[in-house]
Nanobody
């Protein structure tokens, strides 16, 4: 059983930056893909970015050029660097890890961007 723990959320002004971390209790090298989702109040949970075991990345259009996902297999951690933050980026950000058998989720970390 792998546990994912997010950190790094908080309150930031528009235009600011944050770095989210997702630390896994076990090795992440076996996961096919890891990623970040976000859910704003009253809205559905949306995919933000993913990174696969080979390092290939995907970003939803609204964050391209502003967010960067990366993984450090030695530290069993995935990161989401967020810059030029906008109020519409306000949401609970959750980490996910996908293996052959199941998908794991973290509890989430709140990101609030003030205007």
């Amino acid at each position: 059983q792998v546990q994912l723990v997010e950190s790094g959320g908080g309150l930031v002004q528009a235009g600011g930056s944050l770095r989210l971390s997702c630390a896994a209790s076990g090795s992440i090298s076996s996961f096919r893909s890891m990623g970040w989702y976000r859910q704003a109040p009253g809205k559905q949970r949306d995919l933000v970015a993913t990174i696969d075991s080979g390092g290939s990345t995907y970003y939803t259009d609204s964050v391209k050029g502003r967010f960067t996902i990366s993984r450090d297999n030695a530290k069993n951690t995935v990161y989401l660097e967020m810059s030029s933050l906008k109020p519409e980026d306000t949401a609970v950000y959750s980490c996910t890890a996908i293996s052959l058998l199941r998908t794991y989720w973290g509890q989430g970390t709140q990101v609030t961007v003030s205007s």
